[in-house]
């Protein structure tokens, strides 16, 4: 599913990643974990390609090099993988409803269809009722399970989440991480990086830990520590 070959990214001369080596096969769960500034971000920007490596291989899905992929086709890779930021980054003048068709409408389905994608993720997020409430009108966990409901409405095998629960409470924190868990157990693949220690004990997964830009642990049905 994701395949990182000697991967570094540099900023001027600043190394944010270091010659990183990664396997995260299709189905797997797993946590990243790290001080701020270690590398996580950088790393899922060049999953998504909003960044690309100074050096190195980044493979996702069929051993495609993302690295070299061409700006008209990235699009196309992002319809591919789901995306969950801390911030949300919901459109605060559209409904519940408008903000996860969104990502759905410019692909030629019909309205029908759009519909059931729209109700059915939804449902899984626990917000069928809410579909006509703006942004604003819901709370930060209903915020964030309005764009985990976005990220998943096109089928994706692939959820990348960027500190999904940086800005809740650890009660709405740990319904967040449930909800991912039952998706990641519909067969997609789950990447979410965090600074939550109590999440990441909870959950048994597998851990990875960046410092300063390299791996330095690499644990199945981990802890943060």
Known sequence: MIQLRGVTKKYKNQYALKNINLDIMAGEF?????ASGAGKSTLMKLLYREEQPTCGVVMIGNGMNIAN????????????????????KLLPNMSVYDN????????GMSTKEINARVLGALKVVGLADKMQARPSELSGGEQQRVSIARAIINGPPLLIADEPTGNLDPKTSMEVMQILEQI???????????????????FRKRVITLENGQIVRDIQAGTYE
């Not at 992929?69 to 969950?84: A, E, F, H, Y």
């Not at 996860?100 to 692909?107: D, E, N, P």
């Not at 990641?184 to 909870?202: E, F, M, P, W, Y």
């Open 69 to 88: 992929l061409p700006d008209d086709k990235v699009p196309n890779l992002r319809r591919c993988m789901g995306i969950v930021f801390q911030d949300y």
């Open 184 to 202: 990641n157990k519909r067969g997609i693949t789950i990447l979410v990086s965090t600074h939550d220690q109590a999440l990441v004990d909870h």
């Open 30 to 34: 797993v946590f990243l974990t790290g």
């Open 100 to 107: 996860v068709a969104y990502v759905i409408r410019t692909l």
